[in-house]
């Protein structure tokens, strides 16, 4: 049996990760960079790249693993939104947490059914193999 995924929702958590990609590409490039010109810190979108086929295939597996590396960027937003002191720049850490946020929960709730049925095929297994050794 196959659990009923939401495919409205790994499409969203697709265009929360295109969007965060493009966020980090532009913040770091144009808007705000830390120095004029830009700096090496765009260098933190390559992380966001190797997840991006994945989860635009809705690999359960991709946006398992996914989901837990988004955290950094929220981590990184919250930390920038705090401390930056170019105010350009701390609006752009907010529409990363924003992002970073949609996609993670996107991703748990998209997952969620999947993680329910692999619980109750499990408990099925473990109360076979019980009976079978009686």
């Excluded at 966020?23 to 190797?50: H, M, N, Q, T």
């Excluded at 991709?62 to 981590?75: G, K, R």
Aim: proline letters at 7%; aromatic letters at 14%; glycine letters at 4%.
């Amino acid at each position: 049996m196959k659990p009923q995924l939401n495919p409205i929702l790994y499409r969203v958590a697709a265009l929360a990760l295109v969007g965060l990609i493009i966020l980090c590409l532009v913040w770091e490039l144009f808007i705000a960079p830390i120095r004029p010109g830009g700096s090496y810190l765009v260098l933190k979108v390559i992380p966001l790249l190797f997840p991006l086929r994945g989860v635009l295939k809705g690999n359960n597996y991709t946006m398992q693993w996914s989901s837990m590396l988004v955290l950094l960027y929220f981590m990184e937003g919250v930390t920038r939104a705090w401390s930056d002191p170019n105010p350009l720049s701390v609006y752009m850490a907010y529409i990363e947490i924003v992002l970073s946020f949609v996609f993670y929960a996107c991703a748990l709730y998209y997952l969620w059914p999947a993680k329910k049925l692999a619980k109750k095929h499990k408990k099925e297994q473990q109360a076979a193999t019980l009976e079978s050794t009686k």
